[in-house]
């Protein structure tokens, strides 16, 4: 079930947006990993964790804010 979507913040920095599950149940995870001295890929606390109900509106909000930037 598990979807890994990766965004490139800066050299170490990523944001990674995943489907996950937890005790049977979906879950979309966005959070920020960077890579150590040693490459390896590790999560910040950075993030949140929703459940897929709320997608469509955290979806239309970031539309939202799309919207204005390109307004201004």
């Not at 990523?14 to 979906?26: A, K």
């Not at 929703?50 to 930037?69: A, C, H, M």
Request: no cysteine; glycine share 4%; aromatic share 8%.
């Amino acid at each position: 079930m598990s979807q890994i979507i990766e965004i490139k913040k800066n050299k170490t920095n990523y944001v990674q947006i995943e489907l996950r599950e937890y005790e049977g149940h979906p879950y979309v995870d966005v959070r920020e990993f960077y890579d150590d001295e040693d490459s390896k890929r590790l999560p910040t606390k950075k993030g949140i964790t929703f459940t897929p109900k709320v997608l469509d509106q955290v979806i239309d909000g970031l539309v939202k804010l799309q919207n204005s930037i390109d307004n201004e």
